[in-house]
């Protein structure tokens, strides 16, 4: 047979005692208590002091003042990469990695993207392949070989 925890006992012992005083008090007013409410509404009664008892002496609760220190950003993924990921695993890709290869393009060479631009005009799924070699392009504008 399983124990009660420390202290319960106690509580128990002292419970059923005052609901027993509690009865003989209303007997004795006259009240014609009846039982199972009773017994119900007592429960009810000393359950909830039993809670306000024990959360006396819960700790207090304090707020952290001030920002958190600054981290490191290395293990975050950049917006280029959640674009990135998120086309990929998309049933149905937006057109935000077309514009992200467009506007990467534009900041290296307007003449490459108004061409690739028109190249993914309409196109929602953008094969890895095809992703490479666009930023082969732009990478290639950079560093002439």
């Known amino acids: 047979m399983r124990r009660l925890p420390e ?3 106690g509580r128990l012992v002292g419970g059923v005692v005052l609901a027993a005083l509690g ?3 209303a007997v004795l007013l006259d009240f014609e208590p009846r039982p199972l409410p009773y017994v119900v509404w007592a ?43 998120s086309h990929r695993q998309a049933d149905q890709p937006s ?15 307007p003449a490459l993207a108004a061409e690739l631009e028109r190249e993914l005009a309409g196109q929602r799924r953008i094969t890895p392949a095809d992703i490479d070699r666009i930023l082969t392009r732009i990478e290639d504008l950079r560093d002439p070989r």
Do not use: I, K, N
């Open 95 to 109: 057109d935000a990695l077309a514009h992200r290869l467009v506007a990467l393009a534009r900041g290296r060479d």
């Open 23 to 25: 009865w003989g008090a």
């Open 7 to 9: 202290g319960w006992g």
């Open 43 to 85: 429960v009810v009664v000393l359950t909830m002091c039993f809670l306000v008892v024990d959360s006396v002496d819960a700790p207090v609760a304090t707020w952290q003042h001030g920002l958190p220190a600054p981290r490191d950003r290395v293990d975050e993924a950049t917006s280029d990469l959640r674009v990135l990921t």
